[in-house]
């Protein structure tokens, strides 16, 4: 088992479903034009698609907003990631390179719509979608102590009691985070059965393509609901 969504989250939201991309045997070195080419496409049409429009009026991204309202989150204050990719691209802002790995996941959110995650994992890991606890631990993305803001009973990504992403997609941890050298990589995409859920499909089946195509990744594909939230 590498994945896990507490049943909990199932309970408050019903139609989530997840699709999990685990790659295994990542080789990150060396340049892959195509990665760069495929982000750079992905926000060009993101701009055509958001011209003269914020990008939470994107139809696409209409699901996350309302279910960030129903966990009780403002989805304003704590946008989900594909939320926050989109605006940067509306504000003309432009998009950063981080390394291939993690600039193939934001090229297959953006072209898709929906947020998705690079988690890196040690060998035994397993990624947990559920509520935070008391003895959590979160240290923000570029930071070095915990972030004593966490608090109990917030949706959240985590292996063991440490916590990858806050308020479901909104913020990194540096726990988790991928580099160069990550060589086993989860990547969660979440949707909502009957709402998106080929989209999300879709987007599993592109990414495990190009992590195989281009760096040479032993690929899984599934799909968790809440008939099958342990994988």
């Not at 049409?45 to 011209?51: G, I, K, S, V």
């Not at 939470?56 to 991204?61: F, G």
């Not at 989150?73 to 802002?93: D, E, T, V, W």
């Amino acid at each position: 088992m590498f994945f896990s969504i507490d049943d909990e989250v199932f309970r408050r939201l019903p139609a989530l479903c997840v699709g999990v991309v685990l790659a295994e045997g990542v080789d990150d070195t060396g340049a892959h034009p195509a990665v760069d080419a495929l982000l750079d496409e992905a926000a060009r049409d993101a701009e055509r698609r958001l011209e003269g429009a914020h990008a939470s009026e994107d139809p696409r991204v209409q699901p996350y907003r309302e279910a960030f309202h129903e966990l009780g989150m403002s989805p304003s204050r704590y946008p989900s990631s594909n939320i926050a990719l989109l605006r940067r691209i509306a504000k003309g802002k432009g998009l950063w390179r981080v390394n291939p790995v993690v600039d193939l996941g934001n090229a297959i959110s953006i072209k898709y719509g929906l947020p998705l995650g690079a988690h890196a994992l040690g060998e035994k890991d397993v990624l947990e979608l559920r509520f935070s606890r008391l003895d959590d631990v979160f240290v923000a993305l570029g930071e070095t102590e915990p972030d004593a803001t966490l608090a109990s009973g917030e949706l959240v990504y985590a292996v063991g009691n440490l916590v990858h992403t806050r308020r479901w997609t909104w913020r990194q941890s540096e726990n988790g985070k991928v580099e160069p050298a990550t060589e086993r990589v989860a990547f969660p995409i979440d949707g909502f059965t009957g709402v998106n859920e080929d989209q999300v499909k879709a987007a599993c089946e592109e990414l495990a393509t190009v992590l195989r195509d281009e760096f040479g990744a032993t690929v899984q594909t599934l799909l968790a609901t809440a008939g099958s939230s342990r994988l």
